[in-house]
């Protein structure tokens, strides 16, 4: 089970690397040096706007788009179960609260994309965007949880053989070592290898 968790979890840290860093694994890969993290405040416009490519063409930000309107009809069942009777203009007070607070998405993609600014450079931001933005981009935005679910259930598939595998011939190799008699299971409550 613990050798399971952990192959999901670097799985998982795998494709995450695979889906968010393509430019910074083929520029390891050529041999170009990366470029040092940056501050917030020596980011260039033309950067920032680098930035903001890729965050769009990876879909950084699109989980956080319903934040909003999941707040907004939440507050409507608190402030409706206190007053049914006035529901309509409850309604519409928390919507016009809603549509006037609706700008403010602006500031998560530009603090988005200042952390992508700021761990890749501008060429590399354009590659990522340039990428994404390309069929195979979109492709491997559209198919990858698909392909993810399906290395994971591969993964483990693998992992129950190995183990399945590695505990036969450990056992086999210590019938051998012990005149052919199997190891015991160890008797409750005693520490193993005391029995």
Request: charged share 20%; with cysteine.
């Amino acid at each position: 089970m613990i050798f399971s968790q952990s192959m999901r979890r670097s799985a998982f840290a795998a494709v995450a690397a695979i889906f968010l860093c393509p430019a910074a694994v083929s520029a390891q890969q050529s041999g170009e040096a990366q470029p040092a993290t940056q501050s917030g405040e020596d980011i260039s416009e033309s950067h920032l706007q680098a930035a903001r490519a890729a965050v769009a063409a990876i879909h950084a930000t699109d989980q956080f788009d319903e934040i909003l309107l999941n707040a907004a009809t939440q507050i409507k069942s608190e402030l409706i179960a206190n007053r049914p009777d006035m529901e309509t203009k409850i309604s519409d007070l928390v919507d016009d609260a809603a549509v006037n607070l609706a700008p403010r998405r602006a500031d998560l993609e530009t603090e988005v994309a200042r952390i992508y600014a700021r761990l890749f450079s501008e060429d590399e931001l354009n590659q990522i965007a340039g990428f994404y933005d390309s069929e195979a981009g979109k492709k491997l935005l559209a198919q990858g949880p698909q392909a993810t679910r399906n290395m994971l259930q591969a993964a483990e598939l693998w992992s129950r053989g190995i183990v399945r595998d590695l505990r036969q011939a450990a056992f086999d190799g210590f019938r051998q070592m012990n005149g052919g008699q199997p190891p015991q299971a160890p008797t409750e409550g005693a520490p193993a290898g005391q029995n």
